[in-house]
């Protein structure tokens, strides 16, 4: 049953061809804790952890065009996997992820990563900038699911369906899936059809009570913040993007692209990533002159 739940230039000087992502789903795997290969000492020193959080209907590897960029730039990388279980616990699980890391962090999120970003900062001083690509980025009070409804142009509703598990000790709980014939034109639009195919059957659902969840942190009023709009975004209407990345304050660039930005044009949002980092490298650097 569905459920209510209501290519790509850049328009910005971000140029980087595209990459289509080479593998998905649970194909790829990477350990906890990503490491450039063999790189002279010192190479991280100074520079701020990169920690990716995958959003609903994806997993860690819809970063792995970002991470190999990353890393050939001598970045640390983190992109731990989500539970998608509800907001409150999976921001829980990801400071979790925050507090084995050593020195500052660029937190990034996608999506409903961007409401666990936006909550699991607000109990942590390590993190130093939050980078939204098209993603949620809900103040106290209000969910992912509010804020898709707050205005038109979303189709997930049309797309997505509900399954239903049952629960220890009783009951059942539900989730939510985008159907695998819509998946590509929901969620990948121009992503190479194959990739778009092994995406959609290694995609994470989300719980219902998840997005429905409201916030109760929103560490972007504190902290500096960078968004991307994804202009041919299906599931988040772009427009609802923008709105939310200039409540923010963010530091803003659209790419027209699908939800997947990430998988369809990592090139830009790897370039925002960086400008994120060194904004964070910078103003270290200033604080050790003073």
Avoid at 45 to 74: C, M, N, Y
Avoid at 78 to 97: E, K
Avoid at 201 to 207: D, E, H, M, V
Avoid at 223 to 228: F, H, N, Q
Wanted: charged share 15%; hydrophobic share 45%.
């Amino acid at each position: 049953m569905n459920t209510p739940l209501s290519r790509r230039t850049v328009t910005v000087s971000l140029l980087a061809g595209a990459a289509a992502l080479a593998s998905a789903g649970s194909a790829f795997s990477m350990p906890a804790t990503t490491t450039g290969g063999p790189a002279a000492p010192g190479r991280h020193r100074g520079r701020p952890t990169i920690v990716l959080i995958h959003g609903a209907f994806a997993d860690a590897s819809s970063w792995k065009g970002v991470i190999e960029r990353l890393l050939r730039q001598g970045h640390r990388v983190l992109a731990p996997a989500l539970p998608l279980r509800g907001l409150a616990s999976d921001a829980a699980y990801i400071r979790s992820v925050l507090d084995s890391v050593t020195g500052p962090v660029v937190l990034v999120g996608h999506s409903y990563g961007g409401a666990v970003i936006s909550h699991a900062a607000a109990e942590t001083g390590q993190v130093k900038a939050l980078v939204y690509i098209a993603a949620f980025v809900p103040d106290v009070g209000e969910s992912a699911l509010a804020l898709t409804d707050k205005f038109p142009g979303s189709t997930l509703a049309q797309a997505t369906s509900t399954q239903y598990y049952p629960l220890p000790g009783g009951g059942h709980g539900e989730e939510l899936v985008i159907q695998q014939p819509l998946f590509r034109q929901q969620f990948a639009a121009g992503v190479p059809v194959t990739t778009a195919q092994a995406m959609a059957a290694g995609q994470r659902p989300i719980t219902l009570a998840a997005l429905k969840e409201p916030a109760t942190a929103a560490a972007w009023k504190k902290i500096p913040s960078w968004y991307l709009v994804a202009t041919e975004d299906r599931n988040i209407p772009p427009a609802a993007e923008r709105w939310m990345a200039a409540r923010a304050g963010a530091h803003t660039v659209s790419v027209r692209a699908p939800h997947a930005v990430a998988v369809s044009d990592p090139g830009p949002v790897t370039e925002l990533i960086q400008r994120a980092a060194r904004a964070v490298l910078i103003h270290d650097e200033g604080d050790g002159q003073s």
